[in-house]
């Protein structure tokens, strides 16, 4: 039985085997015990604050497996991705230069520093067992923060986005660092990376070059992996493109990895999302149904897990008696389920920026 | 050998000269209908006609013996100022954090037209069989004379654009890593629109923002403020004039820029007036080290001069001399001992 529930200080260590295990090392889960565990203090400040509109409000959770008593898989989100500092992004932007003397236009790809994103809530620091790639698992922990989102509308911008790690090529080498910022800071992806983590991304960005970066001098390589995510992580995009989630002109800054957004209201989650007053039953009684997360409705004791959508005829979600307990809920109760199928990642209709 | 200002009869010996210039020798392009435009606004340069901002005053080393013209060199007024000036500032950026214990500074190209105003000594080029006798440093200095004579027609800097580094065949590095992706042409047919005045384009299709140096090649970084083999020895006669370069470059092939105060020029401060006197025979020096050059402008000639002027500032020309000076006795020469 696998649960999502917010991270507590007893998390530490399952938190730091899912930083050091992660693929790529990621920059917001950098693993390093005291960050960590800052992290999770400032998680439960967040889950225990009444907050009116988003700010520096970090929210991390833990997925948890409850048969071997063990924390497998980690995420979070940050309230505004750049809440007290400015949130660094590349922007892909195109100028034209045209001569009316010589009858030519030419359109010229440039990356400008940017700090659009920075308004937006992030879904980030993304971290599972590989033991449970692939499965709903994996779903649930990343989409069950949209649930909390839904549930906590005032919390969180209109805007969500998600930086998804960018290519780095067999070595561990990222193409698009050692064209652009290894000229700036001499130093390698993975230890910048790991800098970043520990301190802040935005501090370093700070050091990046200001003025905008013409594509026809960056190396073939770099060009290739502008907005292109690592392999590891090709699913992970493909089901929040599925989710709602656009493409957007928007690289990170270190390895040009894709930022997605989108609108809340867009999303196959929040759009399919619905509150059911709960109904206990035995589990071999359940009738058969897609798979749908279901959460509670209890801040700071957020539960999150994967469960059939059976309906009552009378709008019942019918849920075993384990289900009910991890959930924390009794009969009658609401909670808010969705579907956890989206339409295939091609179906998904993908209108470019917002 | 004799400097003079160049004639509407100059066509034809003008365009032989332009045939033998060269790739990246950009004012000087083979079009007969350009250079006879360039002829006829140079002529009313000196007949001050046009207005001081635009004039090209363009001189031509005349070959007496056979009339051939062996060279050419000129002053612009001011550039900039009826089409745009262009070149590179070569910038330093610092990249520093205390943190990271990071400090680095990164070389930047920012597009300018920092010189627009500034006057500039250009288009020297000396056919290779008169490579002798001075004769570079006469179209070379011949300049300084005219403008230390006619100082209230220039402003305070002048400036000069170096040719850059082409490689054997041709190719600038600087070019193929940088001008390449903006410009849809090759170097030379970029090269030819500048000679021929047509620089528009250049402003509409330049990259506006800077350029991080270190995104280009090794090559084309090597380019950046060097001369073509053959331009060093025109460079160095600048250098010792006083010119420096700045830090700004050719927006083309990365050849530096030159630039200097007028006033500071060693021949503009050291060239002084002296009074003509003519006998039927001097003797001179085997090395003429006095270059002097008449004060009218129409009637602008420069030569060398094996023999400097006595303790009253009375300079002795014999007969033929005074002739191709087209002086008489007691007119004035400007003259430098160099």
Known sequence: MLVVRPARPADLPALERLASGATPRLTNLPAHRDRLEERITRSQRAFSREVEFPGDEHYTFVLEDRERDEVVGTATIRAQAGAREAYYTYRQETLIHASQQLNVRREVQTLSLSHEVSEATLLCALSLNARYKGTSAESLLRRSRLMFIAQYPERFSEILAVAFPGYLDSEGESPFWNSVGRHFFARGYQEMNHIAGVRSKSFIAEVMPQFPLYLPLLTPQARAAIGREHPAHERALEEMLAEGFTRSRHVDIFDAGPVVKVERERLETFRHAAWHPVRIRPAQSLPDAEPAMVANQKLGDFRCVVARYALSPTGQLMLSPEHAEILGVEEGRAVLAAPLALPAAEDALDEGEL | ?338
């Open chain 2, 1 to 338: 050998m004799r400097i003079r200002p160049i004639a509407r009869g100059d066509l034809d010996g003008l365009q032989a000269l332009a045939q033998q210039t060269g790739v990246g020798f950009t004012s000087l392009p083979d079009n007969r209908d350009f250079l006879a435009g360039k002829i006829e606004s140079a002529a009313r340069a000196f007949e001050e006609r046009t207005p001081l901002d635009d004039r090209l005053y363009f001189f031509v080393l005349e070959d007496e013996e056979n009339g051939e013209l062996a060279g050419c060199c000129a002053i612009v007024g001011q550039v900039g100022r009826d089409v745009p000036f262009y070149n590179y500032r070569l910038g330093t950026l610092a990249h520093s954090s205390v943190q990271l214990d990071l400090h680095r500074t990164i070389d930047t190209l920012f597009l300018s037209s920092d010189h627009t105003g500034n006057a500039e000594v250009c288009s020297l080029y000396l056919r290779p069989e008169y490579r002798k006798s001075r004769n570079g440093a006469l179209l070379s200095k011949a300049r300084w004379l005219f403008m230390a004579q006619f100082r209230d027609r220039f402003p305070d800097k002048v400036l000069a654009e170096m040719r850059g580094v082409f490689d054997e065949n041709g190719v600038s590095p600087f070019w193929e890593c940088l001008g390449s992706h903006f410009f849809p042409m090759d170097f030379n047919e970029a090269d030819r629109l500048t000679g021929l005045g047509q620089k528009s384009f250049i402003g509409e299709l330049m990259p506006k923002f800077p350029i991080y140096t270190t995104f280009l090649t090794e090559e084309a970084r090597a380019c950046i403020g060097q001369v073509h083999e053959q331009t060093r020895p025109a460079l160095e006669m600048l250098k010792k004039e006083g010119l420096r370069w700045e830090g700004y470059v050719d927006i083309f092939d990365g050849g530096p820029t030159v630039e200097a105060y007028i006033d500071d020029v060693r021949a503009v401060r050291n060239s002084r007036l002296c009074k003509v006197e003519v006998t039927t025979g001097a003797e001179q020096a085997e090395r003429p080290s006095w270059l002097v050059a008449t004060t009218d402008m129409l009637g602008f000639r420069a030569i060398w001069l094996g023999r400097g002027p006595d303790e009253n500032d009375v300079i002795t020309l014999t007969e033929e001399e005074a002739r191709r000076l087209e002086v008489a006795a007691g007119d004035s020469l400007r003259i430098l001992e160099t």
